[in-house]
């Protein structure tokens, strides 16, 4: 079996990754990929769901930092408002 796939660039952009492609890598309906320009083109691969709950937990860290003490979301959405 071969590592390679050829598929076809459709009127949006999309790109089908092969079944054979997917299978090999684990990727499933709805899962999240990364896409990043690499020498000679597109890497895709899987993201890893360790690696975005970092993320997200610090740019919560960072929102906690500045988000007005005691105040609920909606709270402070009125306040920025006014």
Do not use: C, F
């Amino acid at each position: 079996m071969t590592n390679n796939a050829v598929s076809r660039i459709g009127p949006k952009g999309q790109v089908v990754l092969k079944k054979m492609l997917r299978d090999k890598i684990g990727l499933r309906e709805g899962m999240l990929v990364e896409e990043r320009l690499a020498q000679g083109g597109i890497l895709i691969k899987p993201v890893e769901a360790r690696k975005m709950m970092d993320g997200i937990g610090e740019i919560a860290k960072r929102l906690s930092e500045k988000w007005p003490k005691g105040l609920t979301p909606a709270e402070a959405v009125r306040r920025e408002r006014k």
